[in-house]
């Protein structure tokens, strides 16, 4: 009796083998459906681990719109959204660089709820030019790439979590991190020694908020320059064009021109990729 051998398409036997994944996965997280109510407390109870995590929370960039006028742009980092996802559980999430013309680095990401099937795609384009129009090293491309597949994570995953999952938990860090009476006074003092580690003063600080003294920094201040301090962590913003040595850039859906042009390329790997 002669055995006849059945070939079978490899593209056609890894999307069932995927289908198959994806319909596993799916099942397994409709078994076990998250509780909101213990993961929006363990989003807080992380957070609020340390004071550095809960510094990192936020980031805050101020950019123009078509007209020019100057806007504020406030939002969850990248560290927050590692939270954010952690705590809520049954998600699959990930991305990878698509695109690289010499001139600008494209990342996808893709975030799946699985519990409920919602599927969420997102693209974010780096600039890899400097303004004289010399390409970044190799090595800073990578970390360019990895810049902005972290930003283009953290848009698709807040993409497909509802803001009144983890609004009302927001307020509560930033009351955290900004603290009370002596506490506050200590935390704003600390805040503009990493300012001045970054080479920018106290008084640039206050010229850059039109303000004449220290003690007119308030908690709602203080939440915008440690959201100042984060941008320039995940590489959306920098010290430059923070403080006006480079003009502001114009607002985009996915901010994705948000990476400065300067002359030279970023100083070291370990500046763009404190991704927090």
């Not at 083998?17 to 998250?34: G, H, K, L, M, Q």
């Not at 504020?72 to 695109?99: C, H, K, L």
């Not at 009144?164 to 200590?186: C, N, S, T, Y």
């Not at 908020?209 to 709602?220: F, G, P, R, W, Y």
Request: with cysteine; proline share 2%.
């Amino acid at each position: 009796m002669e055995t006849k051998l059945e070939v079978i398409n490899s593209v056609d036997a890894l999307e069932a083998i995927n289908r198959t994944e994806v319909d596993i996965a799916i099942s397994t997280a409709r078994a076990y459906p998250r509780n909101m109510e213990k993961a929006k407390e363990e989003i807080y109870k992380l957070a609020t681990s340390s004071r550095e995590t809960a510094e990192a929370c936020f980031y805050h960039l101020e950019r123009k719109d078509k007209d020019g006028k100057k806007i504020d742009i406030t939002g969850p980092s990248v560290r927050m959204t590692e939270i954010v996802v952690y705590s809520m559980g049954n998600f699959n999430s990930g991305f990878r660089v698509v695109a690289n013309d010499g001139k600008k680095i494209t990342a996808q990401a893709v975030s799946h709820d699985l519990e409920r099937n919602n599927r969420v795609l997102v693209e974010v384009s780096r600039n890899i030019l400097t303004i004289k129009g010399y390409t970044f090293s190799e090595d800073m491309q990578v970390v360019t790439g990895n810049a902005a597949g972290a930003i283009a994570w953290r848009n698709a995953n807040f993409k497909n979590i509802p803001n009144a999952v983890w609004i009302d938990i927001q307020e509560r860090i930033k009351k955290f991190i900004v603290g009370d009476g002596k506490e506050m006074l200590k935390r704003r003092d600390s805040l503009l020694k990493k300012f001045e580690n970054l080479g920018v003063s106290k008084e640039d600080v206050l010229k850059k908020l039109n303000l004449a003294t220290v003690d007119s920094i308030d908690a709602e201040i203080m939440i915008k320059l440690f959201g100042v301090l984060t941008a320039i962590g995940e590489g959306t913003s920098s010290v430059e064009e923070v403080f006006g040595t480079v003009p502001v850039k114009t607002d985009s859906e996915d901010l994705q021109d948000d990476t400065p042009e300067t002359d030279q390329e970023p100083k070291s790997k370990d500046q763009k990729l404190d991704l927090k």
